[in-house]
């Protein structure tokens, strides 16, 4: 399922960032933060009543020292491109302004459906400020207050019956959806081709089907796979391809289709500090992943080369110690075909399911072997253990106490239950529960 976006649109403050943080601030992680992931405050999801959706904060791209127009007219131009509404944003209490007749005018010609905000309206006596803004012409306008909290319901309301229909992405379950990340120049657009080029893949002529319109799909060993183009900045030339942080988006977009993502590193460049960011939002996100060390015919080789660049990758993305790693020439072609059956068990072990008592069976040799931990004479009782989820493969613990379960033995309970079936290339999600 594709969910909507939503785009938060004005000039500068306003409380874009205010509004955005609000909407997505009260959400519960059920994942631990990661250590070492800095979270992009650009791009988030959030929820309202029985609604799904993915929300931007375009304030948050900037264009280095670009003057006003140039900064507004690209952050418009990305939200148009992007989302299926438009969150308009004003201040109540300067009136309209220039800016915002000059942001007006770019959104009327978009033909998105646009939901005006008048923000900073704190009080009930304020209201009668939030007339004037009819005349930008995008209907009613909504009073709300990023400080306060208050009239984000009736704007969110606005903005969900404008949602296009949901629907079902157009691919067989069994298909394994991928995307290739990294930073600029590690050579995804190579390796695209690459495999795309391989002997025996049979690209389907059959046009992607999402908006984006920038999926390739193709057999290989009777396997379906569909390769989400996230280098797919099809627009050359305008001012916004340049900005990093627009391309995170871009990659963010794709991770979250993907089953299985490939990080792509640079063997000559070795691993450098963004490379650990952009894996840390294919951890984040909870899918598959596959470490992909490219332009490996730059290293001068002897038999110790591999595993010494293995090492320097698990020191430096310990957070990803389940995901394989692949080395590979997308230049000279050489060791591409190490990748498919990477690609394949990543796939496959994140749609993995167990049984409840072949896995209660593991966990109770567990903690025979290693008893859970006390604290003031109580200790940590786990009753029985379930996988609800897949896509990561996500176990719920019944205990009597979830303070109980500390990091370190959740570790533990995790490393027994990857020995006893093996989740190689997937991150798994563990959540204690007390039981009632
Ligand atoms: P942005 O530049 O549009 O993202 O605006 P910010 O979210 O950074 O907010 C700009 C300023 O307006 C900050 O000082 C906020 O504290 C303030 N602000 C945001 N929302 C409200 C509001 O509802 N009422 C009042 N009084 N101030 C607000
Ligand atoms: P992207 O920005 O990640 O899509 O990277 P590109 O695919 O555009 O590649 C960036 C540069 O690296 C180009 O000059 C490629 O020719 C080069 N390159 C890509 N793959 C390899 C490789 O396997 N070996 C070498 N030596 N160069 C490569």
């Known amino acids: 399922m594709t969910k909507p976006t939503i785009a938060i649109v004005g000039r500068a403050n306003v409380g874009k960032s205010t509004i955005f943080n609000r909407i997505v601030g009260e959400r519960v992680s059920i994942v631990e933060d990661t250590p070492g992931v800095t979270r992009d405050r650009i791009y988030s999801s959030g ?8 929300i ?26 992007e989302a299926d509404v438009i969150i308009f944003m004003v201040n109540g209490r300067d009136g309209i302004t220039n ?41 009613e306008p909504f ?30 379950d069994d298909v394994i959806k991928f995307s290739l990340i990294g930073r600029p120049n590690v050579g995804k657009s190579s390796l695209i081709n690459a495999i795309l080029g391989e002997e025996r893949v049979i690209v389907s002529p059959v046009a992607g ?13 009777n396997q379906e796979y569909v390769m989400i183009d996230t280098a797919g900045m099809r627009k050359k030339g305008k001012v916004y391809e340049s900005t990093e942080r627009y391309s995170v988006l871009r990659a963010l977009k794709a991770i979250e289709r993907s089953n299985v993502v490939l990080v792509v590193i640079d063997a000559e460049e070795g691993i450098i500090e963004q490379d650990k960011k952009i894996a840390g939002y294919a951890h984040e996100a909870g899918k598959a992943i596959v470490i992909v060390v490219n332009k490996w015919d730059t290293v001068d080789k002897d038999s110790k080369t591999m595993k010494k660049f293995e090492d320097k990758i698990r020191q ?4 990803l110690d389940y995901a394989p790693i692949a080395f590979v020439s997308a230049k000279e072609r050489k060791r591409l075909n190490t990748l498919f059956p990477l690609i394949n068990m990543a796939g496959e072990n994140h749609r993995k399911r167990v049984q409840s008592s072949t896995l209660n069976e593991v966990i109770t040799d567990a903690v025979a072997m290693n008893p859970t931990p006390t604290h003031k004479g109580s200790r940590l009782n786990i009753f029985y253990s379930t996988q609800v989820a897949i896509e990561p493969p996500t176990f719920v613990f019944f205990v009597n106490d979830v303070e109980m379960m500390h990091f370190s033995y959740q570790r533990f309970l995790e490393n027994r239950i990857r020995a006893a079936f093996g989740f190689e290339g997937t991150p798994l999600h563990l959540i204690a529960r007390k039981r009632n």
């Open 316 to 319: 430096n993305f310990q957070f």
């Open 209 to 221: 089907t999402t908006r984006d319109a920038i999926d390739t799909v193709y057999t290989f060993e």
């Open 47 to 54: 929820e309202w009543l029985t609604h799904e959706f993915n």
């Open 56 to 81: 931007i904060d375009t304030g948050g791209i900037e264009l280095g020292d670009e003057p006003f127009q140039e900064q507004i007219r690209a952050q418009a131009e990305i939200a148009i491109d």
């Open 143 to 172: 009073p709300i207050s990023g400080s306060h909290g208050l009239g984000i319901g009736d704007l969110l309301d606005e903005a969900a019956k404008h949602f296009p229909e949901q629907h079902e992405e157009d691919y067989d």
């Open 99 to 139: 800016e915002d007749d000059f942001v007006a005018k770019l959104l009327f010609k978009s033909n998105k459906p646009v939901v005006l905000g008048v923000n900073k309206i704190d009080n009930p006596e304020m209201r009668a400020d939030i007339y004037e803004f009819y005349s930008l012409g995008f209907g």
